[in-house]
């Protein structure tokens, strides 16, 4: 069974930081891109950020690029998700998922999802 598990969440001012991890586990992550995604109250769902297993490439979307760093721990099977000078623009849900990379970069029809975790950023 595919399992995904998020932590990392919590309350943080604005100009903080957190790291978000995202555990995987019942498949070869290797094979696929893991990432996160986000969802804002009364908003739809976005894309953060995904990461390669196998190549190491990554990928951000544009408002947090320069703020927040993907990585993967593969001896782990762990992907975290180093979140700086945090906006309360940024306060949401977030969800990793796996799936190969042109899919999670699509954002659509992603085969797995772990449970979310909230980030709150107050102003």
């Known amino acids: 069974e595919v399992q995904l598990q998020a932590s990392g969440g919590g309350l943080v001012q604005t100009g903080g930081s957190l790291r978000l991890s995202c555990a995987a586990s019942g498949f070869t992550p290797d094979d696929y891109a893991i990432g996160w995604f986000r969802q804002a109250p009364g908003k739809e769902r976005e894309g953060v950020s995904c990461?390669?297993?196998?190549?190491?490439?990554?990928y951000y979307e544009d408002s947090v690029k320069g703020r927040f760093t993907i990585s993967s721990d593969n001896a782990k099977n762990t992907v975290y998700l180093q979140m700086n000078s945090l906006k309360p623009e940024d306060t949401a849900v977030y969800y990793c998922?796996?799936?190969?990379?042109?899919?999670?970069?699509?954002?659509?029809?992603?085969?797995?999802w772990g449970q979310g975790t909230l980030v709150t950023v107050s102003s």
């Open positions: 990461i390669s297993i196998s190549d190491g490439r990554t």
């Open positions: 998922a796996a799936d190969d990379t042109r899919t999670l970069v699509a954002g659509t029809d992603v085969d797995y």
